[in-house]
């Protein structure tokens, strides 16, 4: 059997950074530098690229810096539920449950808005992305601390997305698969491992 390939995933050279006057783009730089350390899993060269990060956003003016330390936080959280769900990762469930909360909690600096809202108001403002997206992300983290909060909130969010965007269906459903297989999961038995990049085909409705 021929040995598996470790993913490559093109590196941004964080220094260059240095000489670009756009703090927007700057930042984006910066968050798509600690975006690509968290599908890798590793930890250690994501928490640097973050804080590098939210030292950028520090010296930035008002309103900007407000705007850029919450697009941060909305990309610390999403490195940390991508921790909690990384396959390549040998984690007891207790460390994949503390980065989904981790997640969850940077979830709640990011946006101005309850989950509640983003589920009734399609037309709610949030930091990046389309709300139901980011009530997702929250299901998501859900899956390893409370599974039954994830399936009420799918339940909610199911309807929401056949109106306003089909397109995020399939990610629901693996979601609700992912909860439910953690549901079902026993302590002696092998802890479920969830990959949020896999295609997921939909069944029959």
Known sequence: MGRLR?????GINVAKTERIDNPYLKAALL???AHVRAVQGDETSWSHAIEEALRHAAHVRDPDGERIYSLLKDTQGNGYKRLAYNPRLSLPESTRRKYAQLALDCFREAQASSVDRWLIDTSA???DGH????ALSIAQCFVWIDPYKTLDLLERLRTKA???LPSLLA????????AKRCL?????????MFDLDAKYIRGPQ
């Open 131 to 134: 709300p139901l997206i980011v």
């Open 31 to 33: 968050r798509d530098s």
């Open 184 to 192: 079902a999961w026993r302590s002696s038995d092998p802890l479920p």
């Open 171 to 178: 990610k629901i459903d693996y979601a609700n698969y992912c």
């Open 125 to 127: 403002v949030v930091v």
């Open 6 to 10: 470790k993913p490559h995933f093109p």
């Open 162 to 164: 056949t109106r306003f």
